[in-house]
């Protein structure tokens, strides 16, 4: 059985019916890292929140599931749910600034996951959150636990964030766009950090991020999202060598490489509230088949592993 | 022969900082920083946040004053410009910045945001003005109906495509673009990206683009510019780029690109510390605690920017 199992996960907003995430479904073995890849307002994120069962202010689910580790996450009660988040799966947020709280140092902030899941003394406590940040590579641990979030720089406030979601030991991370807010240099760090996490503690991570070169480094399995849908989903290196969905494809080849760019997607993503019948990347493919104009394609399997929403394959 | 749209020649820029409420302690954001942009070529100068980079950006704009140095706009010093030729001079040299929410009058619609620029700077003549505002937007792929929205009803990628339509209504010489994309999807970015480059060659604009992103500056500019902790460590023409030895720090950053056009090689690389405080300045060469290759050399006296090879200099002692 997979670690983890969504199933046909439907997502929305709470006043009218409008899916913005539409049947998504995957499945991911222990210590495996999912990447997900797409543009902003395609949805990503908010699959990301829902493997959390949160949602921003808005949105509900529809229907579906996920599954982790054998336990529904949809069938719990509230209080359930409460044990688990932090504790069995924790995320990390793209910019650290706002998701940290300005008026607690992080010492704090990390200690209170502790209190809530652990049965442990201060002490221990103490002990405990120094040794998580020389996990993660802050300097000085004894010192930093009494900063506040704007006492220390980008890299280290993104490093007391990945401290903050180990705390409650997790298996699973959910990793949104972990390095957006940071320079390359950083990035390359912490993406370093998240890698070895999974190399040493057997985390399984589902990482979302709509750069190209940063899911090819990291994950072993790549899905590609469009408009709330899954538009591919393939092995890292199968994606990369030998990408099939029109998009897939115009996303790779529009990445400048060595000073060049070979094509440019045009256009924009289609509008979900008008309701779109046929294929949603219609409007901007270059085949824009006949059948595609008014028929929804479904995602099929085309060789082991890799699935495709598209006409032109099956 | 060409003539240097913007050159600036051995600029400092200190800003103070308030600590502890009362002690003044001042850092430099510039030191020592020459350039020139001629006719038609574009730089793009490459750094960590805290590097100057948009502080020099400031200075090149005349939104800021340097302390020491010179400015020069088409081969004159703005301390010898007379008024007039100030008002001449001045919409020549337009921006673009990064975050086109911030960066648009949120109560100004569309066409105000086109108009006023060209009220002050050309003539005040709606007409014409809204003529030449549709002539601009159908350069940057824009229908005229935008005229009538507010910023907010438009998306992030239009939005930064107002935002250099009303740059572009001035006819500017040079456009300095403080990381045009990097607010944008990747799709987006190459779409503007595009757009830059024919203006370019179509408008004979000169650039001088911001950015941390190796792959943007690369495909932009003529020119790579590398900056670190305020200074200038190396200067590199794109032909070459590929091609030379580069300053120890343009490595790391090369680096630490990750790629998607080569298989997992993101975690063999090791990228040490990071930018140290401009108001706790290393001694000597200022990259060298980061450096793998440092000697006792480079903590005692700082590198000088000099020449390697044709088209390339580095401030270095190991290169």
Redesign the interface.
């Known amino acids: 059985m997979p670690f983890l199992e969504v199933k046909d996960l439907v997502l929305g907003l709470k006043e009218k019916r409008l899916s913005l995430v539409d049947k998504v479904s995957f499945s991911l073995e222990k210590k495996e890292i999912l990447g997900i890849l797409g543009e902003s307002g395609c949805g990503k994120s908010l699959t990301g929140f829902a493997l959390l069962r949160l949602f921003p202010p808005g949105i509900t689910r529809y229907s579906g599931d996920v599954i982790i580790d054998g336990i529904s996450l949809y069938e719990l009660s509230e209080e359930e749910v409460l044990k688990l988040r932090g504790r069995k799966v924790a995320i990390i947020l793209q910019d650290p600034l706002s998701s940290l709280n300005p008026v607690l140092t992080i010492g704090e902030q990390i200690e209170e996951v502790l209190k809530y899941h652990f049965n442990l003394s201060k002490n221990e406590r103490r002990e405990r959150v120094i040794q998580l940040l020389k996990e993660v590579g802050v300097p000085d641990p004894e010192l930093r636990i009494k900063s506040y979030p704007h006492q220390l720089s980008g890299g280290l406030r993104q490093r007391a964030m990945v401290a903050m979601a180990l705390a409650g030991e997790p298996e699973l991370l959910v990793a949104d766009e972990p390095t957006t807010a940071l320079d390359v240099t950083l990035q390359t760090q912490i993406l370093e950090l998240i890698y070895e996490l999974n190399q040493k503690k057997d985390l399984t991570i589902v990482f979302i991020s709509h750069d190209l070169g940063i899911i090819r480094g990291i994950a072993s399995k790549v899905c590609v999202f469009y408009a709330g849908e899954i538009v591919e989903i393939a092995p890292t290196e199968e994606l990369f060598n030998n990408p099939l969905h029109p998009y897939t494809q115009t996303l790779i080849e529009s990445y400048p490489k060595e000073g060049k760019i070979k094509k440019i997607l045009k256009g924009g993503v289609v509008n979900l509230a008008e309701k779109p019948k046929g294929c949603r990347y219609f409007e901007r493919c270059e085949i824009s088949c006949e059948e595609g104009k008014n028929n929804h394609p479904e995602l099929i399997g085309v060789k082991k592993d890799h699935l495709v929403r598209c006409f032109r394959y099956g | 022969m060409v003539n240097s749209v913007v050159e600036v020649k051995n600029i400092w820029k200190s800003y103070e900082v308030k600590r502890w409420g009362f002690k003044r302690s001042p850092f430099y954001a510039l030191i020592d920083v020459s350039l020139s942009v001629f006719e038609g070529e574009s730089i793009g100068i490459l750094g960590?946040?805290g590097c100057g980079k948009t502080t020099l950006g400031k200075i090149v704009l005349d939104l800021e004053k340097p302390d020491r140095g010179e400015v020069f706009w088409f081969g004159k010093s703005l301390k010898s410009l007379s008024k007039e030729e100030y008002k001449i001079f001045r919409p020549k040299i337009q921006a673009v910045f990064q975050d086109p929410y911030s960066s648009l009058n949120p109560r100004y619609k569309v066409s105000d945001i086109l108009l006023e620029p060209y009220f002050i700077n050309v003539e005040k003549d709606k007409e014409k003005g809204l003529e030449k505002a549709k002539e601009v937007l159908n350069l940057v792929g824009l229908r005229a109906e935008v005229l009538d929205k507010y910023p907010h009803a438009l998306?992030?990628?239009e939005r930064q495509r107002v935002a250099l339509a009303r740059a572009l209504i001035v006819s500017p010489s040079l456009i300095v673009l403080d990381e045009p994309t990097s607010a944008l999807?990747?799709?987006?970015a190459?779409?503007i990206?595009?757009l830059l480059k024919e203006f370019k060659k179509n408008l004979n604009l000169s650039y001088i683009l911001i950015s941390?992103?190796?792959?943007?500056v690369?495909?932009l500019s003529d020119w790579i510019i590398v900056m670190y902790l305020g200074r200038i460590v190396e200067i590199c023409k794109?032909e070459v780029f590929?091609k030379t030895q580069h300053h120890p720090y343009t490595l790391?950053?090369l680096?630490?690109?990750?790629?998607?056009?080569?298989?997992?090689?993101?975690?063999l690389?090791k990228?040490k510390g990071?930018?140290a405080s401009p108001l706790f300045r290393p001694t000597g060469c200022e990259f060298h605690p980061r450096c793998e290759e440092a000697e006792k050399i480079c903590e005692k006296s700082t590198p000088q920017l000099s020449k390697r090879e044709d088209h390339q200099y580095i401030a270095c002692f190991k290169r």
């Open positions: 960590e946040s998306s992030g990628g999807d990747t799709t987006l190459s779409q990206l595009e941390h992103s190796l792959p943007v690369l495909y794109k590929f790391m950053l680096n630490a690109y990750p790629d998607p056009f080569s298989p997992k090689a993101l975690f690389k990228i990071e930018i």
